[in-house]
T-cell receptor, first 116, second 112 residues
Framework: DADVTQTPRNRITKTGKRIMLECSQTKGHDRMYWYRQDPGLGLQLIYYSFDVKDINKGEISDGYSVSRQAQAKFSLSLESAIPNQTALYFC???????????????FGEGSRLTVL | GENVEQHPSTLSVQEGDSAVIKCTYSDSASNYFPWYKQELGKGPQLIIDIRSNVGEKKDQRIAVTLNKTAKHFSLHITETQPEDSAVYFCAVGGTSYGKLTFGQGTILTVHP
C-alpha cells in the first residue's frame, strides 16, 4: 500500500460544485502539504500544515480551503469549483527537521480534477 | 518570495548521452536544493539533493552541482537510459520553514 494515499484519483465536476480531495498518510509525518500542478508551471503550494492545529496559506490559496482532521489526514476543498481549477493536485508529507529548514517531500500519486 | 527558473523545458537525448538541466533562484538565503523525478501517472520522487555547505554531490549516474555565488544549480545525468525519461523538477528551500519552491519542470526523453 502507498504511504501517501489520495482519493479520488480522478474527478470530473461542474462549475459551482463543492469538491473535496482527501489525503491520508502512514509515514507518521507531522507536516502535510497540498500542491497544484499545471503544465509549464511546475508545482505550486496551496496550503500546508505542520501539525494538527497548524494551517498556513501557500502561494495560491484563493478559492481553496483545507482541514487537518488528524496527524494522518489532510483534506483540500474547493467550495465552488471553477474551470481554471482544472489541474493535477498532489498531497505530500515531510518530517519535521530540527535545525534544518527543509527536507524530503513524499508525494501521493495525484488527484486529477476537471471542472467543466 | 523565491523565484525559481528551470531550463530547458524539454530535452531530447540519445541513449548513452549526458543530460544537463539548470535552475536559477533569486533568494541568496536559500540553502536546500533538491531534484525530483516524476514518472507518468506518479507523484514526484526525490532523486538527489544538496545543501548550501556542499558544492557537488554524486549518486551513481546522477550529480548535482551548486554555485551559490551565481545562484544556480544543475542536475547532471550521465550514460542516460530510456528509463530516465520523465519530468524533472528542481526545487529550492530554506527561507520559509519546511517549504519548497519548484521550478517549471523539464521533460526529458531518452531515445533508444
Amino acid at each position: 500500500d502507498a504511504d501517501v494515499t489520495q482519493t479520488p484519483r480522478n474527478r470530473i465536476t461542474k462549475t459551482g460544485k463543492r469538491i473535496m480531495l482527501e489525503c491520508s498518510q502512514t509515514k507518521g509525518h507531522d507536516r502535510m502539504y497540498w500542491y497544484r500542478q499545471d503544465p509549464g508551471l511546475g508545482l505550486q503550494l496551496i496550503y500546508y500544515s505542520f501539525d494538527v492545529k497548524d494551517i498556513n496559506k501557500g502561494e495560491i490559496s484563493d478559492g481553496y480551503s483545507v482541514s487537518r482532521q488528524a496527524q494522518a489526514k489532510f483534506s483540500l476543498s474547493l467550495e465552488s469549483a471553477i474551470p481554471n481549477q482544472t489541474a493535477l493536485y498532489f498531497c505530500a508529507t515531510s518530517e519535521g527537521m530540527e535545525g534544518l529548514t527543509s527536507g524530503e517531500l513524499f508525494f501521493g500519486e495525484g488527484s486529477r480534477l476537471t471542472v467543466l | 518570495g523565491e523565484n525559481v527558473e528551470q531550463h530547458p523545458s524539454t530535452l531530447s537525448v540519445q541513449e548513452g548521452d549526458s543530460a544537463v538541466i539548470k535552475c536559477t533562484y533569486s533568494d541568496s538565503a536559500s540553502n536546500y536544493f533538491p531534484w525530483y523525478k516524476q514518472e507518468l501517472g506518479k507523484g514526484p520522487q526525490l532523486i538527489i539533493d544538496i545543501r548550501s555547505n556542499v558544492g557537488e554531490k554524486k549518486d551513481q549516474r546522477i550529480a548535482v552541482t551548486l554555485n551559490k555565488t551565481a545562484k544556480h544549480f544543475s542536475l547532471h545525468i550521465t550514460e542516460t537510459q530510456p528509463e530516465d525519461s520523465a519530468v524533472y523538477f528542481c526545487a529550492v528551500g530554506g527561507t520559509s520553514y519546511g517549504k519548497l519552491t519548484f521550478g517549471q519542470g523539464t521533460i526529458l526523453t531518452v531515445h533508444p
